[in-house]
């Protein structure tokens, strides 16, 4: 059986979060039945990384095992015509070792982070980025990010209904930039907390909003006590942008 490495791309908005469950509309759901569509075949698939209610990616990765070797371009438009009524669209598929997993062959998750920094809503991104009104100072948010740079107990910024077995992770990455009226957040790490990017996300808009220093940031890190969490981040800014794996980590 060969097996499929699948490159996604999904508005969250429609869907219960990426992990399929009964009664209520998913990614993976979605997905399936795009694959049950083509193939005849119900097939469970394997993704890098399971995205909440409202979560959007670009770069999601996932496998499937198909009984048939179809070429990669047929693969590809077959799933987004069996996709077309769903915001989940297929960007690319390869055929990869039977040995690979999506999830756990992955070495890096990268996320990124949208706000809208402007008095006026949006329109067009309505959903898709959060919108904060008072100004943010990107440069005061991103020194302060580099606080949570590197190997740390992340228990503040940990969801309670986490199910790692454990709080301590290594951030590889966390920077602010500022484009125009955009204020863009970006992190990679191996693996993350259950709403570790949102609460950090939140917890960084404290400090660009002149509320939290970047010594208010290290410190309710330090605390390791998820009250010392500032507000936690909408869904609406979120986007899992990739994964990197050995063989091509740039990817």
């Known amino acids: 059986m060969p097996r499929y490495r699948l490159t996604i791309e999904y508005d969250g908005r429609p869907y219960r979060g990426f992990q399929a469950q009964a009664g209520l509309p998913s990614v993976q759901a979605a997905i399936e039945a795009a694959v049950l569509g083509f ?12 995205t909440d209610t409202g979560v959007h990616a670009t770069g999601q990765v996932i496998h499937v095992d198909l009984t048939k070797d179809w ?20 960007l690319d598929a390869a055929i990869v070792g039977g040995d690979w997993h999506a999830r756990f062959s992955a070495t890096e998750r990268r996320y990124l982070y949208r706000i ?11 959903g898709r980025v959060w919108h904060v009104r008072k100004p943010l100072d990107a440069g005061a948010m991103h020194d302060a990010a580099q606080a949570l ?11 309670m209904q986490c199910q790692a ?16 009226e955009a204020v863009l957040l970006t992190f990679a790490a191996r693996s993350f907390l259950h709403r570790q990017v949102r609460s950090m996300a939140g917890s960084l808009v404290e400090v660009g909003l002149g509320r939290w220093t970047k010594d208010d940031l290290a410190a309710a890190l330090e605390a390791r006590d998820r009250t010392a969490c500032g507000q936690v981040a909408p869904p609406d800014g979120l986007y899992l942008t990739g994964a990197g794996y050995a063989e091509n980590a740039s990817k």
Not at 74 to 89: F, Q, T, W, Y
Not at 165 to 180: C, F, I, M, N, Y
Request: no cysteine.
């Open 39 to 50: 193939t005849g075949e119900t097939l469970r698939i394997h993704a890098a990384g399971r």
């Open 71 to 90: 070429p990669t371009d047929v693969v590809r438009d077959a799933l987004n015509a069996h996709l077309v009524k769903e915001a989940v669209v297929v």
């Open 116 to 126: 809208l920094n402007r008095k006026a809503p949006p329109a067009l991104d309505r």
């Open 149 to 159: 740079v590197g190997h740390h107990d992340f228990t503040t910024f940990r969801d």
């Open 165 to 180: 077995k454990s709080p301590v992770k290594t951030l590889d990455v966390a920077t602010v930039r500022r484009e125009g």
